[in-house]
């Protein structure tokens, strides 16, 4: 008996040694490590080793991987040229996503040879677009303030290198590493929108320039990726901790939804949340603006009191992002560079054991038996 399950609720759709998001107990963890003993403690770098190979690398392993990376950080010509022709308003997740495609044009094989699971050229794959994924974002952010797009530099670690290319200067030591536990904390998490839209594209043995695309689109709409910005918006609009309480009640009752709080798995705290709530006390104090945490403890401690319900990952986020002085536009395309590292380790796994997804819809549609009506005999 077909089971009807509308959003996909409960169904498990594969098996992943990746990551486990575990719902009632509050807990995420990457390849058996719980996401508290990574976070803060190894590198973005680390985590990209870990989803790809199933372990933590080596000293000699990381320095290799640093190097795959780097090397694989500069654009062709031909995307730069589009980063500078794109337009200035254009959304940067747009822009990502156009990017990304278009480096599969670009690429002498379009991807793919990455699709067999015993070639390592599905790893130089990987490297690539996870390496250029930060780098079309921030070329992006660039041009677009008719700024000069800096040089690539391959001394730079992927959070150090993304700030640099932002800011057009080596970034502080704090800012740089703050960014990398954000990386590790948004790396991977079980089978989210996106990363389902990556698994569902390769699955039909497309290119993995394909399966990126398709993810970004899906991690653009604000109730995945994008809600991190709507946070923002919602405290500009908000103002004051004063008008916290009002704006929530009458937003609650027009049944809209508050940006950064629920989850669909999580039912206790979303793990991810305290490091995140920590940096960003730790940020908001370090620059003497306390008002948005303010504001944000109020909405979150308001919430769990009227709805039951927590604040999840993009709510402290927002405010860490905010604090590093990113523009809210580009809070969706961070989570992109981050999350690229799970999508192309879900990539990779699923061309290793691949069945083409397949599911049933329901019919709700009229009985079987009508008749075509001549056109000129219609109403
Ligand atoms: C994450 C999210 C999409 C999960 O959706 P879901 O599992 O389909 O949950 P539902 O939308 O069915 O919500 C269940 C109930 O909680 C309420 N609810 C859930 N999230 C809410 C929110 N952010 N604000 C207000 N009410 C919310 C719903 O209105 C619903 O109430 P009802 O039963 O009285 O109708 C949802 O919580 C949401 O839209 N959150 C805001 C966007 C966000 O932060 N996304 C990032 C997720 S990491």
Redesign the pocket.
């Known amino acids: 008996m077909p089971i009807i399950a509308k959003?996909l609720?409960g169904v498990i759709a594969n098996s992943t040694s990746l990551s486990d998001v575990r719902g009632d107990e509050g807990k995420l963890l990457y390849e058996g490590y719980n996401i508290n003993e990574l976070a803060g403690h190894v590198s973005f770098e680390e985590v990209i080793h870990l989803l790809w190979h199933g372990r933590l690398p080596t000293a000699a392993e990381l320095l290799r991987l640093h190097e795959e990376l780097a090397d694989e950080r500069e654009l062709p010509e031909e995307v730069v040229d589009f980063i500078l022709c794109a337009p200035k308003n254009a959304n940067p997740m747009d822009v990502l996503r156009t990017g990304i495609s278009m480096l599969g044009l670009y690429d002498s094989k379009g991807g793919k040879d990455s699709l067999d699971p015993t070639d390592s050229l599905k790893y130089l794959r990987a490297a690539s677009i996870t390496a250029k994924m930060s780098v079309i974002a921030a070329y992006y952010h660039r041009a677009r303030q008719g700024k000069d797009l800096p040089p690539i530099n391959k001394e730079l670690t992927e959070s150090e290198h993304f700030l640099y290319l932002l800011e057009g200067k080596i970034p502080s030591q704090e800012a740089a590493e703050t960014l990398d536990v954000c990386y590790v904390l948004h790396a991977d998490h079980g089978m989210n929108a996106s990363t389902f839209s990556a698994r569902v594209t390769i699955s039909t043995l497309t290119d993995i320039y394909s399966a990126v695309t398709s993810a970004i689109g899906t991690l653009k709409g604000?109730?995945?990726g994008g809600?991190n910005e709507?946070v923002i918006q919602m405290l500009q609009e908000i103002g004051e901790e004063s008008n916290v309480t009002a704006w929530l009640d009458k937003t609650?009752l027009e049944?809209?939804?508050?940006?950064?709080?629920?989850?669909?798995v999580y039912k206790t705290l979303d793990p991810r949340a305290p490091h995140l709530r920590a940096m960003a006390f730790q940020m908001c104090e370090g620059l003497g603006e306390n008002k948005w945490m303010k504001m944000a403890e109020r909405i979150a401690s308001l919430?769990k009191e009227k709805?039951g319900?927590n604040a999840?990952?993009?709510?402290y986020s927002a405010i860490v992002y905010y604090s590093l002085g990113l523009p809210t536009d580009m809070f969706t395309p961070v989570f992109s560079i981050a999350r690229v590292a799970g999508w192309t380790a879900h990539i990779l796994e699923q061309l290793a054991d691949n069945r083409i997804y397949r599911p049933l819809s329901e019919y709700i549609g009229p009985e079987e038996g009508k008749k075509v009506i001549p056109i000129s005999q219609r109403e």
Request: aromatic share 4%.
């Open positions: 959003g609720e604000p109730l995945h809600a709507g609650l049944k809209k939804k508050i940006m950064g709080i629920g989850h669909r919430m709805k319900l999840n990952v993009d709510f």
